[in-house]
């Protein structure tokens, strides 16, 4: 495994320092934070990412994401020049070094909590998400503040209800299709720049607000790997996100995805599944619903060879900042997910 770590870039509280000094660190995780979805990312801003990060000792090597276009999924006539521009994000990225590339393909909303900060019985703050909070929640009448942190924060109210409006006609099966001309296109320009496309799966994995939601589970992921059978055509695979669900058997997923070469990323977080939701816990399988050395072992025992990186963390000794994304957590499971590798590698 190559253990690696998102960085939000020179706006980002934890810092190259403070990530390059965990032990094992190869890459970083980032991406050009200041252009809007469906442009084409300049080719300083990537070189200048590059120069920072390999200035503090490490590599940029994944990036996470380059946003697909509302327009791609769903299907419009504009469609085509964003693709383009896809594509060119592609081939710029691999030139500056990059292997592999995390996206998702989601109506709308990315990954979806309902508090950002809900304290743990240990004092600590994690990110949790409740049925019942959901479903009071209408993301076309409510004013203001509502904002939750997987969201795109560039969309006006207005903007979102037109959005979401747009997707109240559209099936799974269109958006399948739209997914299928997206592969179609980007997966060659992929092959050609060697560089591993990786879709994260949908966060939570089930629909919600009523718009549609197809990165769900291992039905729909073989679907997904057919489309296009090639190995540059490939997921991330995200603990979380299909953990959430009780319905996924993760350990068996990866196994059967690693053996397949077609995992090129993984995110490892624990969750707790509740009855009503769940919530992000601490790494350490006891302290939620999945089992993590089962994980890590199928991930080894498949030959797995990937992107790694520890997911969301608590936080925790009083950190600020990003939720999710502190420093202190994130660092205790990167340490963890060491020991899990060096000692399933040992035996
Ligand atoms: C959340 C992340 C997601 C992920 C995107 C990939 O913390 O895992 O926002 O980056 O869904 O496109």
Known sequence: MKLSFRWYGKEDKVTLENIRQIPGMCSIVTAVYDVPSGEVWSKESIAELKRQIETAGLRFEVVESIPVHEDIKLGKASRDGFIENYCENIRRAAEAGVKCICYNFMPVFDWTRTETAHVLPDGSTTLAYYQEQVEAVDPMQSEGDLTLPGWDASYSREELKQVVAEYQAMTEEKLWENLEYFLKRIIPVAKKCNVNMAIHEDDPCWSIFGLPRIITNEENLDRFLKIVDETNNGITLCTGSLGC?????VAKMAAKYAAMGRIHFVHMRNVAVLENGFEERAHLSSCGT???????????????DGYIRPDHGRMIWG??????????DRALGAAYLNGLWEAIEKQ
């Open 319 to 328: 950190e600020t900042g990003r939720p999710g994304y502190g420093l202190y």
């Open 290 to 304: 999945l089992d993590m050395y089962a994980i890590m072992k199928a991930l080894y025992d498949n030959g797995f």
């Open 245 to 249: 669900s009780g319905h996924n058997d």
